[in-house]
Nanobody, 116 residues
Framework: QVQLVESGGGLVQPGGSLRLSCAVS????????MGWYRQALGKQRELVAA???????NYADSVKGRFTISRHNAKNTVYLQMNSLKPEDAAVYYCNVEIQRLGVQWGQGTQVTVSS
């Protein structure tokens, strides 16, 4: 059974940094695009960043220049380095992974709170 285990969320002051991780286990199939979505209270879930198996990245305009997505293919892990965090970045962040034959899988979500 495929599992996506997220970590790294928490409380940070405005201007601070956090690094999210999402490790995929339980799959022998190839992992395609890996990404991060977020959902703030009362809002729709939105794409934050994604990275293809070849390393091509895509970012939401609101996080460009502040967030960096990366992946370690041998570890089946995707990271999201978040710098210069703003209160509007506060949300539940979800890992999203497309796996060969299994389709899109979601993590359980990790809370990011940005507050002084």
């Amino acid at each position: 059974q495929v599992q996506l285990v997220e970590s790294g969320g928490g409380l940070v002051q405005p201007g601070g940094s956090l690094r999210l991780s999402c490790a995929v286990s339980g799959s022998m199939y190839r992992i395609y695009t890996m990404g991060w979505y977020r959902q703030a209270l009362g809002k729709q879930r939105e794409l934050v960043a994604a990275i293809t198996s070849g390393g091509r990245t895509n970012y939401a305009d609101s996080v460009k220049g502040r967030f960096t997505i990366s992946r370690h293919n041998a570890k089946n892990t995707v990271y999201l380095q978040m710098n210069s965090l703003k209160p509007e970045d506060a949300a539940v962040y979800y890992c999203n992974v497309e796996i060969q034959r299994l389709g899109v899988q979601w993590g359980q979500g990790t809370q990011v709170t940005v507050s002084s």
